[in-house]
């Protein structure tokens, strides 16, 4: 069974720094490009970045782009997220998904909260 | 960017009833349009991907069409478990832009 499970999130200041993980297991990690998408509360989906199977593509969605940097241990079957100089607007919940193009199997994510 | 733009917002509707929901690209992306369903406090599942191919385990009142700009989502006889909100995802190139969503409510 794939399973994806981030941890990570939390309340931190604006201007802050979290990492946020992605432990994945049921599949073969490294045959797979992963992503980040986030869901703001009661909006829609955002996606923020992905990374080849490798690690050496890597994409990111312009609001976020010199701010967070994602990448990937595949010996650890995992998936990371670094985000600094966060924003109110990067308030969400953030989901490490499975694909390239279209996104199948997602995990349940983790809420991170930028507040003062 | 290109831009992913939905219609409508949101429907209302009765159980058996044809509903269509468009998804419309401010440039041509070929067939590289995904469909997913995400209900209540749920993560997304995917309907549909490459525009028109089913997903494994999707119900087949569930189908999708088009290319270039313009894409539509058609659920041929809407039952009570579809009452979700559903969101086009374009995967030409980066950014992977998702639409705004379409909420649909079961009258």
């Known amino acids: 069974e794939v399973q994806l499970v981030e941890s990570g999130g939390g309340l931190v200041q604006p201007g802050g720094s979290l990492r946020l993980s992605c432990a994945a297991s049921?599949?073969?990690?490294?045959?797979?490009?992963m992503n980040w998408v986030r869901q703001a509360p009661g909006k829609g989906l955002d996606w923020v970045a992905n990374?080849?199977?490798?690690?050496?593509?890597?994409y990111y969605v312009d609001s976020v782009k010199g701010r967070f940097t994602i990448s990937r241990d595949n010996s650890k079957n995992s998936l990371y997220l670094q985000m600094n100089s966060l924003r109110a607007e990067d308030t969400a919940v953030y989901y490490c998904?499975?694909?390239?193009?279209?996104?199948?199997?997602w995990g349940q994510g983790t809420l991170v909260t930028v507040s003062s | 960017d290109i831009q992913m733009t939905q219609s409508p917002s949101s429907l209302s509707a009765s159980v058996g009833d044809r509903v269509t929901i468009t998804c419309r690209a401010s440039?041509?992306?070929?067939?590289?349009l995904v469909w997913y369903q995400q209900k209540p406090g749920k993560v997304p599942k995917l309907l549909i991907y490459?525009?028109?191919t089913l997903q494994s385990g999707v119900p087949s009142r569930f189908s999708g069409s088009g290319s270039g700009t313009d894409f539509t989502l058609t659920i041929s006889s809407l039952q009570p478990e579809d009452g979700a909100t559903y969101y086009c995802?374009?995967?030409?190139?980066?950014?992977?832009?998702f639409g705004q969503g379409t909420k649909v409510e079961i009258k």
């Open positions: 990374i080849n199977k490798d690690g050496s593509e890597k």
């Open positions: 490459a525009a028109s």
């Open positions: 995802q374009k995967y030409n190139s980066a950014p992977w832009t």
């Open positions: 440039q041509g992306i070929s067939n590289y």
């Open positions: 998904v499975r694909g390239w193009g279209y996104l199948d199997y």
């Open positions: 049921g599949f073969t990690f490294s045959d797979y490009w």
